[in-house]
């Protein structure tokens, strides 16, 4: 049992539809890795060109943004949770 990673609507055309996915990963860095080597593509949505998170994609871990954490060194275990949430614009 690895972490549970929740995928976003917009993103499941990369992950060939599937809403979650279980990886093991012992940091989220390590995590958003282990699924571009599974679904090539989905890191570009989720990093910019220097390797940090796109400004309008949120990851929580468990809840917490992991921004407030150690952004992409923090740390996973099993059964942790990953929640990834594109930013929601309107007017």
Do not use: A, L, N, Q
């Given at each position: 049992m690895g972490v549970n990673v929740?995928?976003?609507g917009p993103l499941?055309?990369?992950t060939n539809?599937?809403?979650q996915v279980n990886i093991d990963a012992s940091n989220v860095q390590e995590?958003?890795?282990l699924l571009e080597s599974r679904f090539p593509g989905i890191k570009e949505r989720l990093c910019?060109?220097?390797g940090d998170l796109?400004?309008?994609v949120n990851v929580y871990l468990n809840g917490e943004d992991v921004r407030f954490l150690q952004g992409l060194q923090t740390a996973t275990k099993a059964g942790d949770e990953l929640s990834i949430v594109p930013a929601v614009a309107g007017g």
């Open positions: 929740r995928i976003p499941r055309k990369v539809g599937e809403p995590t958003i890795d910019d060109e220097s796109r400004y309008f």
